[in-house]
């Protein structure tokens, strides 16, 4: 899994580096001076999926890139309400709730942290209407997944970035 990860990194990377949106968020350019932080956060959101979701990404992102599209710009653009909604799948809404209830469960849990679930959940829209629609049932399926488990998707990517620095949450 981590060789799939590293060529979603690799292809994400080059789009991200790419990006040219009217207004750039701070991530945006300060990620452009030094990229391993970008890599970090995206390789601890990643490690939380599994190998269809990654597979089915990986084949969104080099079909983007054989028509030119660049994923990452219109996922800025969408969140920058720049461009209209690029996919109306119902699934995104489902998937926006889970991500808010788990939002909502970590930040109480970890209060320290600063809450930015609203930033956040608009982050994961934007990105989510770059999907395809298969892409986006596969990683519904994995949110699905790991629910009936009684994980939280968004502590444990905390916990990955936090790993990654070399803490503990």
Known sequence: MADLIDNILDIEQ?????????KEPFCLVAC????VPFRGVRRAAFETWDELTLGSYLKDLKEAKEKGLNLMSLKYARMNNQIPC???????????????DWNFEFFNKYPDIGNN???SIKYLRGELETYSDRTISKYYDNLIRAKSEGRNLVE?????MFKLIGKQL
């Open 117 to 119: 679930s609203q930033e």
């Open 32 to 35: 452009r001076e030094n990229p």
């Open 14 to 22: 080059e789009m991200f580096l790419s990006v040219k949106t009217k």
């Open 86 to 100: 690029l996919n109306d799948n119902p699934i995104i809404e489902s998937i926006l709730i889970i991500h808010s």
């Open 156 to 160: 444990e990517t905390y916990r990955n």
